[in-house]
């Protein structure tokens, strides 16, 4: 129970990682706020009891982050974790790339967590203590031909969790990363896990032989998220089966 009394916002938590992120945290104590544009996250806020709460938002628009924090506040009193997870992709090549969806994926998965975590820190400052732990990924640093905003994004996300740590550190609040390998998540299965061939590719990159589960993700937040982690900020853990150690293909184990 390293996180009793404490009390999480877990954006993009419907599904995926941030519902396991959720679902570990209320294991570890906490208090969570659940947060997605989609509102099948209200039943999955039911099974985990009144430790757990749903909001309904669109972390990309600065009033919806507003009503966000206000419903956490009204809820819980105070907020101690913000976990910003929400995330899309959108699969093009270079030159057919659309404005529009370029500017939506930079949105969603970058601009939200500013306007989060700027929302979160006003609050935590009050307090002067806090973490925020940014999902970012292995392609912050490895790149995916047709993920053009996607990996864009996501090398933004890990210099704004450095900017955020030096903005904040002298609040006591810390600012971590996750940089996950490829998940079993329906993100995962939509962008690079469609077919055989594909699956093939991504296992003969990663030495462990085998996706992530959402849960072992959820562990490293919950760690990042205690006094465990106390002496941690501006930092991008990647769990990634070997991923960002690798630069040859292994043999697949299948
Ligand atoms: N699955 C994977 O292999 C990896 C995922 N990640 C990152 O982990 C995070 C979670 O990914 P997954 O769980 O796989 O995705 P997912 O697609 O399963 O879940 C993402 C959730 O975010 C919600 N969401 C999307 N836009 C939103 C918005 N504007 N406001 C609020 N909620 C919104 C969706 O409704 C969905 O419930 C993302 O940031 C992703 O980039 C990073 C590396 C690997
Ligand atoms: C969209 C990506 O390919 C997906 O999310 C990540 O960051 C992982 O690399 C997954 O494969």
């Not at 404490?6 to 938590?13: D, E, M, Y």
């Not at 947060?35 to 669109?58: M, Y």
């Amino acid at each position: 129970m390293r996180l009793a009394n404490k009390t999480a916002i877990v954006t993009g938590a419907s599904q995926g990682i941030g519902l396991a992120c959720a679902q570990r945290l209320v294991q570890e104590g906490a208090r969570v706020m659940l947060v997605d544009i989609r509102p099948e996250g209200a039943d999955a806020a039911a099974t985990l009891g009144d430790a757990a709460r749903f909001h309904q938002a669109d972390v990309s628009i600065k009033a919806e982050v507003d009503a966000m924090m206000a419903a956490t506040l009204a809820a819980f009193g105070q907020v101690d974790i913000l976990i910003n997870n929400a995330g899309v992709t959108h699969a093009a090549d270079f030159l057919d790339l659309e404005e529009d969806d370029f500017d939506r994926v930079l949105r969603i998965n970058l601009k939200s967590m500013f306007l989060c975590s700027q929302a979160a820190a006003r609050e935590m400052v009050k307090r002067q203590s806090g973490c925020i732990i940014n999902m970012s990924s292995v392609n912050a640093e490895l790149t995916i031909p047709n993920q053009v905003p996607y990996v864009v994004s996501k090398g933004g996300v890990n210099q704004l969790t450095r900017v955020t740590a030096i903005s904040l550190a002298q609040h006591g609040i810390r600012v971590n990363a996750i940089g996950p390998g490829t998940i079993l998540t329906e993100l995962a299965k939509k962008a690079v896990l469609g077919s055989p061939e594909a699956r093939h590719t991504i296992l003969s990159r990663t030495p462990l032989g085998r996706c992530g589960e959402p849960e072992e993700i959820a562990g490293i937040a919950a760690f990042l998220a205690s006094d465990d982690a106390s002496y941690m900020t501006g930092q991008t853990l990647y769990a990634d089966g070997g991923r960002m150690a690798l630069n040859y293909t292994v043999p697949v184990r299948e």
